[in-house]
Structures are given as structure tokens and as C-alpha cells.
């Protein structure tokens, strides 16, 4: 049986391709969704892929991770600079998690410099645009293997 990878994606994510493509790139959610799923089948995973515009619902979801995943990559959106409550649920459960960043976060403007979440997780992942999310599956897997 495959290891099942929650995919978290955060507020405006699902304003992909249309919302600054000169940072964010012209592939939509769906299309990432359908480059992990294929990438995560190469690597013997499963991936439940979801987005939420809400804070207590990733909360939530991160909080309930443990129950049917082995592991978690996060695109926390604009939550990764304000978000201690997104921190402290990934502190709060034992799976891995990789924080993942569309742009290169260190790049930006002063405030998008600083993650809470990446204090949180294994490995951040950043400016590789789609492939960010292939990354961090490909660490994931490392990670689930114990290397």
C-alpha cells in the first residue's frame, strides 16, 4: 500500500494562473494537483491534495493528518508570516513536514522573509515555482525512508 502525502495549500491558492503569474507562474492548483499525483506514483505515494482559504480548517486538517497520512507538504500561503496557530499544529502531531513556496520567499518584500512554519518542519522548499511541490515529494519519500 502507498504512503498518502496531505497536500495543504493555503489562502489564494486556488488563484493560481490567474493571480500575479510574473511570481506565481501560469499553472492553476489543478494543474499542480495533477503533476503530483503523477510524480507521487512514480515515487510508490499517494497524495490527498487540498486547499482552504481558512486558517482552523488547515488546522484542522493538520491536526487530523495522523489518522490516514504519512506525511505532510504545506504551500501555507500567505499564512506562512503570520501564522504561530499553523506552527503550532505542525509541532503538535509527529508525521514529516515540508514547507513549500511557489516564489522565493527570501526574495520578496521584507515581511514575506520570515516563516513561522519553517520552524515547524523538516525542510522548506522555495522558488522552483510547480516544481517545489515535486521536490518536496521527492524529500518526503527520502524522509519516509529515513535517509
Do not use: K
Not at 492553476?28 to 487540498?50: K, Y
Not at 503570520?82 to 503538535?92: E, Q
Amino acid at each position: 500500500m502507498s504512503a498518502n502525502i496531505l497536500i495543504l495549500n493555503g489562502p489564494n491558492l486556488n488563484l493560481l494562473g490567474l493571480r500575479e503569474p510574473e511570481i506565481y507562474g501560469r499553472r492553476t492548483l489543478d494543474d499542480i494537483r495533477a503533476l503530483c499525483e503523477s510524480h507521487a506514483q512514480g515515487l510508490g505515494l499517494a497524495v490527498d491534495f487540498r486547499q482552504s482559504n481558512h486558517e482552523g480548517e488547515l488546522i484542522d486538517w493538520i491536526q487530523q493528518a495522523h489518522a490516514d497520512h504519512a506525511g505532510i507538504v504545506l504551500n501555507p500561503g500567505g499564512y506562512t508570516h503570520t501564522s504561530v496557530a499553523l506552527m503550532d499544529a505542525l509541532r503538535g502531531q509527529t508525521l514529516p513536514a515540508i514547507e513549500v513556496h511557489l516564489s522565493n520567499i527570501h526574495r520578496r518584500e521584507p515581511f514575506r522573509q520570515h516563516s513561522y512554519v519553517a520552524q515547524a518542519v523538516q525542510g522548506s522548499i522555495c522558488g522552483f515555482g510547480a516544481r517545489g511541490y515535486l521536490l518536496a515529494l521527492d524529500g518526503m519519500r527520502a524522509l519516509l525512508d529515513g535517509d
